[in-house]
């Protein structure tokens, strides 16, 4: 098994702009991402009101370099963490083949 | 406190001119209130206020959204067709031209009255306004149901009015939120307090994806359907699609109860939120749509509608979006507190038309004119 | 093994006191089974079994149950009104009393037989006493599909009679085991062995839920909405609504053919576990039902039911809840093993009444007299 | 791009044989195109590639599904047991054995296109000939719509066919896949390069699950039900069955629009791949259908079947499956590109067919000779 | 980045107790939680037995300082483990502004 | 509280395979499986295409002793790496009562 050490980037938040980041994660240099739909409760979930047929809440994880992983966590905490409800964490994996998640950058 | 008592005189005052207006108004909302429609929305309300497990799987409340809107656009293109046939557009421009004006002043009333009334933030003032400038396809479908019950049809093409309502009041109320924010922006960094820069790309797609989304997409989409295959499929062929979108058949209208019934959880969930918006929101939710609704239907009179339609005009001028405006606002004025808009238009605006605005619009239409 | 037995006589024997009853059951059974509703069931059943590729999207199955739900209380409230108009209540005070004194008595035999002839745990007792105390609003809409084929329509207010029976059965059970597992451990603790103190807030928590749950919420809000619109609106303006909840109608048929399919998909997985519940229970599934089911048909025939009626309320006093009651127990009884009272209620009475057990309360119904 | 030509001539030119021939087209495609369904499928198509807003919640495309399923099933069942009780099998066993022959050879047909002219890899050629082999049940339900509204129904036993056309193409493109993979790997493995067995449980298990699908379970099982149920029941009691599943009702053609607009948002998507598929991939998901159809109209008119018969017929054979290949072809040919087989079958095949395909052969139809 | 070492709650049980545990979880601390619907399967699978419109199991994600997190994982144990099918985990994060979420207490 | 130190391995796929490897974890020694709907963008979304009312991609999370982590992950790289869209990864965990989902084997 080559293992290979990297960071998951957690971000959980209104669902107005999880895609939105999710877009910018590629740029800023993954090479994919999985989110989910859930149900939140934070500080500022009065904020989180869409009523629509989708999820109010949306989870992203990305698994990254360490350095993308600052520059994720950056660009949401700049951009997001003012107006609108999400959190943002980080943790260590090992991942299979894990080279291939490098990616461009 | 001054200009809404004002308003409220607007609105109210022409109805009390004379004295039967009053009895006549209790019945019609009599009428209204003890059928289904409402009294499923009055039954959400009731479960989520006792907890009560009622729970409707948002797919389902999806799916009904996405036929009510495909139904009104249906059976607005097929009857349009017909209509298009008999008059060209003769009966049609001024109707349109009115509902286009009121869907540019009706941003534009609100945000004055919130911002210099209610002293809000420009930010929110302009989000609610944008809410108030759209439409809510919902009311329309209520209001329509109303107006065949009461024997008065609407005219064959309110669903391409509500269809040009939907777009222009919130790209004006996000456009004026986003110049007045940039310009204090401006003053206060001149002031030295330092202010991020809007992002202009987002408000271009901010507007892009109202003109784009669901609610417009799928009513003109289908306008444009039934129209052509109207004129093109003989009868037929044609009635089974009819019968299924029927607006007056069975599954338009039982399928509107169940989005009531999700409407009123929804919204009474909301009712909680009142006290935080305080006593002026909660006036300017009641009062705005008597004055937008009265314009409507005096408007949409001196356009030539008959009574059916300035009800049913009056209904959509006065009704605020909640389900295209939101997520638009979000993005575009993040600042905005989306509580003070979505309690404004789902908890107070959207309650009070389809319980009392409605009745209360057909008397307005009644008053003006309106045959 | 002696009551099983006993209980079995009890049930069936009035069935076979004259010659022709068996031939007769058989030709009704006939005449229920290759229908549309019980084939689906038995469709999803194959399925399961033979690993098949059906999947109804939980959401389709929930939906189908709202509208299932809302269907009978609406069309109970329509009947209900016209009843009302012609009797007053002197029709239906009988029946309802009868009504909920089955609500009663069902878990208290339920718990008594599975305690004392099955010699199982009190919180297991009184769980799938729970289940059995209250009722199926499918298994109703299947009886009532049932009776109104055979042209033996059930009286009108029969739905309200549903909604009688659907708590307090579970509410009876639950104190009951809530009691009796604190009685058994204050002796424990006397004894040494240390037990938990169950928590009452819970029970009092359960018991709210299951009287504001969905089924009653909706079925008795429903009820109070067709009830109050029959009356104050015209017949015009109420027609789609009672087309789309017709339970008569195709939807609700078609829709109830989609809910059978699945309900044979989870009773097809559930099947598997018929061996790890035993050989008693089993039974108890199968013999429970026509007693309780004997004294539904015996007692709404002295309430003066219809030979539809007393089938109908025969078969809903026979059926045992899936839906509200499991997570009610799950809540106040953990210790109670769900498999235990699932299996029973799903895999084992559901199937016999929609298969076998509708067509015998018909039967004897006829028996004891209804016409 | 010989053999294309080929297949393009022999496809199209009996069509032009006389002259009048294409204009009788050119007006059967408009009587097609600018009705609902076709329109819808544009719609959709538009949204995507505009990025409208238009979502359809995967579980109510998944319901429609099953609707849609069950419903050719049981209106199925139901005529087969009408023409079974006039002919016995008489009229039926000839077309059942056309059509089983059509769903052996088409799958072959495909791959040796695919294979010998297109020089596409083993694994990609079974593939894709794995979705040629088996049908759309949407194609189906658009085709039966189609000749319904030219006043040409179908002879009442063609969702039979249906049912026999799904799985034989599919289960012979996977073992010629596996087994000339195998043999090719052997072959490599004797030239020193090593290469995966290929395991053949999964072939087994995916045929398996071909066999028992949702598709297959669904229609098979409701024809049975539709054929029992119409034996068994009277007139009155089967009437809401018949009407929630009847394929000319409203239910049936109004949920075949939205779930064709669902089609057009996916197949919008795809329309960005027809770039990576090449042009020869293009050419053959037009021409092979036609190829295809006009065997299918022909070999019909040979079997006896009527007009709209040979040309539904014709439509199904010529189809491509989108929903039952997919998933076997993934599990068995893990090599195969899916981008490739479900582009073809998606983006070219479908569209082709509901666009221009089935008035084609409903001219083929005409011009064999059928009536 | 300010990150901010917490810890992840992570518990994974039956619908029926997956509410009450996300209400608790607040009064012990947490500011927010995430939930998501799952299909889970376990030792004790067969007591997850509801048949409803709802998924049958479903995950718990808190994010809170390292005492809470304990607090939290005893609640859960003391209370759910013995009668409900549920399993609990802890896993170390960096959390961006994770003062925030240290709470009251 | 007694948390034991054990793996808990991530893998996020095409929903073809998902079900598949779920099964073949409780062979490998897991006592349990958790999974998920997720939508996935990566390297080979393209091949990515079901179409079906079932989501296209699923995660599976698995906690396990390392060994049986290691077994997975082999297994899972050796099978469907190569042709079919997926990913995964370990992290540590601590887990309540974690002795029970040491299992078999
Ligand atoms: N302590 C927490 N642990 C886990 N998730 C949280 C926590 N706080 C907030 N969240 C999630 O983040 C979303 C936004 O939180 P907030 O910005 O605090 O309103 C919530 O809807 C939750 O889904
Ligand atoms: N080893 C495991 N790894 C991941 N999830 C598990 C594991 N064991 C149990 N689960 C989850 O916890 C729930 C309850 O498990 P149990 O109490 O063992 O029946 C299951 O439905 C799974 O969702
Ligand atoms: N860097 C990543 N971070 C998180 N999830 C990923 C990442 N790359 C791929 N995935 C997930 O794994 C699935 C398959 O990825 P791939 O094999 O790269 O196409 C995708 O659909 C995503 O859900
Ligand atoms: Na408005
Ligand atoms: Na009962
Ligand atoms: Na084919």
Same mark, same amino acid.
């Not at chain 1, 500022?44 to 989180?48: D, F, H, K, Q, V």
């Not at chain 2, 210099?116 to 809000?120: A, D, E, H, L, N």
């Not at chain 2, 008065?152 to 064959?156: G, V």
């Given at each position: 098994m080559h293992l290979y050490p990297l960071k998951l980037v957690t971000v959980v938040g209104e669902t107005v702009i999880m895609e939105e980041i999710a877009e910018e994660v590629i740029k800023l240099g993954a090479t994919g991402f999985t989110l989910s739909d859930v149900v939140g409760h934070g500080s #500022?979930?009065? #904020?989180?009101v869409l009523i629509s047929g989708e999820a109010k809440t949306r989870k992203l994880e990305v698994v990254v370099p360490s350095e993308v992983a600052v520059t994720i966590l950056t660009y949401v905490s700049h951009n997001y963490f003012e107006h609108y409800a999400c959190i943002a964490w980080l943790s260590d994996v090992a991942v299979v083949r894990g080279d291939q998640y490098v990616g461009k950058q | 406190m001054l200009l809404p008592a004002a308003l409220f005189a607007t609105g109210l005052m022409p109805l009390f001119a004379d004295g039967g207006q009053f009895a006549r108004i209790v019945e019609s909302l009599e009428r209204n209130l003890l059928t289904p429609i409402p009294l499923c929305f009055l039954l959400g309300i009731i479960s989520t206020r006792i907890h009560g497990g009622i729970k409707i799987p948002k797919e389902l409340y999806y799916s009904i959204a996405i036929f009510l809107l495909m139904s009104i656009g249906f059976i607005g293109g097929h009857e349009l067709s017909h209509e298009y046939q008999l008059h060209g557009v003769s009966t049609i421009w001024k109707p349109a031209l009115v509902t286009l004006f009121l869907g540019c002043l009706t941003p534009i009333t609100s945000f004055v009255v919130l911002r210099?009334? +209610? +002293?809000?933030s420009i930010a929110d003032s302009a989000g609610i306004a944008a809410h108030y400038g759209s439409t809510s396809a919902v009311t329309y479908a209520v209001a329509n149901s109303f107006v065949e019950q009461t024997q008065?049809?609407?005219?064959?093409f309110l669903p391409t009015l509500v269809t040009l309502l939907e777009c222009p009041g919130i790209a004006i109320a996000l456009v004026l939120g986003a110049a007045l924010s940039a310009k204090e922006r401006a003053a206060k960094a001149a002031d030295g307090l330092p202010g991020k820069p809007v992002k202009k790309s987002k408000l271009g797609e901010a507007l892009y994806e109202v003109m784009t989304g669901q609610s417009i997409m799928l009513m003109a989409g289908l306008l444009v359907i039934g129209f052509v295959s109207t004129q093109f499929m003989d009868e037929k062929g044609f009635q089974p699609f009819y019968e299924f979108f029927q607006s007056k058949g069975m599954l338009f209208r039982g399928l509107l109860c169940i989005f009531l019934l999700e409407m009123g959880l929804v919204a009474g969930e909301r009712l909680g939120d009142l006290v935080k918006v305080g006593p002026f929101l909660v006036a300017f939710g009641i009062l705005m749509p008597l004055v937008h609704g009265f314009l409507g239907a005096w408007m949409g009179h001196l356009a030539g509608l008959n009574l059916g339609g300035c009800t049913v005009l009056a209904a959509i001028v006065a009704s605020a979006s909640y389900i295209a405006a939101p997520p638009a606002v979000r993005l575009t004025?993040?600042?905005?507190?989306p509580t003070y808009s979505i309690t404004a238009a789902l908890a107070i605006t959207f309650p009070f038309n389809i319980a009392f605005g409605i009745p209360i619009y057909f008397e307005m239409a009644k008053w003006v004119g309106a045959q």
């Open positions: #500022r979930s009065t #904020r989180n | 210099y009334v +209610g +002293g809000m008065h049809p609407a005219d064959s004025l993040p600042e905005a507190n």
